[in-house]
């Protein structure tokens, strides 16, 4: 991981494309989930843990000073943590990639790909994801600037053009059902937040350096791409329809209308959602790829990780069963990996300081 081929904007970019999908997409019914009406004030509340973990992981970055991860753990731990961390890491990249694949194609399914056979849609695009993680981080960081313009301007073009649609009215009266449900959703919507320690892994091919008043600026982006929608639901659709929507950003799609002919404009959430997914899973299956190959040359373990992804996605699995799994305990063991591994960065940074004589 010694080749510096990125600047510090790509990877303010790549935050928000592959976190922001995240919080946009597949934390956005988990939230509403768990704080109904409250979810927004959850959101709100939030904001304080999330400026204080970006804060932190900055801390452990200027620490690191640019090393990788892995070598540093090699070099201040012992090879049982370094191999536990790399194999916990790397499962964890993997994983979120099957599920943003998984929930691609029920999605899918359900709005635009009915009559067409899963395999299909799995392998025309994880074709392009594999490219993306073939080429590398420079692709990858490249494709997430340019398609970063054209996404904003539609989630700017569906907020604004729904103004009509909506009555703030349906998000009062608050805390209806007392303070644990506001509570819930905090640990939610933190749970996308503490995703942002995987830039972490990038650092090691950044030719500039990271500035924190950026990485404040991304967590506010991140804070806006979960609010800006949460709100439009509750607001348009109401608290009980809005829980039970499994993509209630996108279900404000349908609602839009352009003047008095054109009545759907829903089609143009289709780049929406497969820009960032595409982003997602190429980041995430690049970087679990490094991590478990030692060899740029073993290009087969990356073709291996999609093709066990592409098996996973075609067998059957109901919607409900895998929202259940992902609401009850990926976003709950995810949450608590990530703050484990951040407090183990941290005692050995201050093991490093101690060795090197240091005060930190």
């Not at 009215?169 to 640990?187: A, Q, R, V």
């Amino acid at each position: 991981m010694d080749q510096k081929v990125i600047q510090a904007l790509h990877i303010y970019v790549l935050i928000i494309m592959n976190t922001g999908f995240m919080v946009h997409v597949l934390l956005l019914p988990n939230i509403l989930t768990a704080s109904q009406r409250d979810a927004w004030i959850s959101v709100i509340i939030s904001v304080v843990p999330c400026f204080v973990w970006t804060l932190f992981i900055f801390y452990i970055y200027k620490k690191l000073d640019k090393e990788d991860i892995i070598s540093f753990l090699k070099k201040w731990s012992t090879p049982f943590v370094t191999y536990i961390f790399t194999i916990a890491f790397g499962l964890y990249f993997i994983i979120n990639a099957f599920i943003t694949v998984k929930f691609t194609v029920i999605w899918a399914k359900a709005n635009y790909t009915h009559d067409i056979p899963n395999i299909v849609v799995v392998s025309l695009f994880t074709f392009i994801c594999i490219f993306a993680s073939y080429k590398g981080i420079r692709t990858i960081s490249t494709l997430a600037l340019l398609f970063l313009p054209v996404v904003t301007f539609f989630g700017i073009f569906v907020g604004l053009g729904n103004t009509s649609n909506k009555n703030y009215e349906l998000l009062f009266p608050i805390f209806e059902s007392g303070y644990s449900n506001t509570l819930n959703g905090i640990l939610y919507t933190s749970a996308g937040y503490l995703e942002i320690i995987v830039f972490l892994f990038l650092t090691p091919y950044l030719k500039n350096k990271l500035k924190a008043k950026w990485l404040l600026l991304v967590g506010i982006i991140l804070i806006m791409l979960t609010l800006g929608p949460l709100m439009g639901a509750i607001a348009e659709f109401g608290s009980v329809e809005a829980v039970k929507m499994r993509n209630p950003a996108y279900e404000q799609w349908k609602l839009l209308r352009f003047g008095y002919y054109i009545t759907r404009l829903d089609f143009l959430s289709i780049f929406q959602w497969l820009s960032g997914a595409m982003i997602r899973i190429s980041l995430c299956l690049f970087i679990g790829y490094k991590l478990i190959s030692n060899s740029k040359h073993q290009k087969w373990i990356l073709l291996s990780l999609y093709l066990l992804i592409v098996i996973g996605t075609l067998i059957h699995w109901d919607a409900t069963s895998f929202f259940n799994l992902i609401y009850k305990y990926f976003f709950p063991i995810s949450s608590l990996f990530l703050l484990s591994a951040a407090i183990i960065l941290l005692i050995l940074i201050f093991i490093k300081g101690k060795g090197k004589g240091e005060t930190l």
